[in-house]
């Protein structure tokens, strides 16, 4: 989450001068990312117990689904423009870590290990910039998890 947080601020610069700036608070700047990327996307399996239709879907009962946290975050009933970055957004209704009894319970963790590392890195190196081209970046192409491969950097 880490380096895929520093791309996407790096392919932001407006936003990523606000979040240095203490403009947009950190929490806040953490709570976009972490709705935008939803590194774990493999959010839920489920097995449906009653026939069900969604838009004119019909999923029967014993039919298995599989819950994308990427695409549940971006729902438009609960987020304007959801599929635009927006880091002062303010908005802690997604998904990421999961919902009612079947939420992470590392979550509060996670939160506070991103806000400080976010605000560490940024404040140490205030020059910190990618060392490669977008294009060169690599995602892992295998596992539940989303990443980079590397992510070169320079200052």
Known sequence: MIPLGVVTLFAHP???AAFISGEVPVQTGVEELLRYLAVTDFAAVRWVTDD??????????????????????RDESVHADPHVFDISRGNRQHLTFGYGIHQCLGQNLARLQLETAYRTLFARIPGLRLAVPFEDLRMRSSGTMQGLESLPVTW
């Open 14 to 16: 407006e936003q990523l």
């Open 52 to 73: 069900i239709e969604i838009d004119d879907v019909v999923i029967r009962a014993g039919d298995g689904i599989v819950v994308s946290s990427t695409m549940v975050n």
